[in-house]
């Protein structure tokens, strides 16, 4: 599973990618999790508000911040 966390750097952002790294661990799950901080390459998911969730080249999520267990539910679909 290749996910990406997408954002600029700002504090939601790292709340994301430390919550999808969280609920990668807990499902016990083999998957990448990356940090995209380039801007181009965010827009090119066509994401204009950060931080995104992006799983398998799919955006599941865009502009918050969901739950470890909430990611883990959308992981493990």
């Known amino acids: 599973m ?6 600029t750097g700002c504090p939601k ?12 661990d807990e499902a016990g799950i083999s998957a990448s999790v990356t940090k995209v901080e380039d801007i181009v390459e965010i827009m090119n998911y066509g994401v204009m508000t950060t931080p995104a969730l992006v799983v398998n080249g799919k955006v599941l999520v865009k502009g918050k911040v969901p739950t470890v267990a ?8």
Do not use: F
């Not at 290749?2 to 954002?7: C, E, F, M």
């Not at 952002?13 to 990668?24: F, I, M, W, Y």
């Not at 909430?70 to 679909?77: H, Q, V």
């Open 2 to 7: 290749d996910i990406k966390v997408l954002g």
């Open 70 to 77: 909430e990611i883990k539910t959308l992981i493990t679909k």
């Open 13 to 24: 952002c790292k709340s994301l990618e430390k919550a999808t790294r969280e609920a990668v």
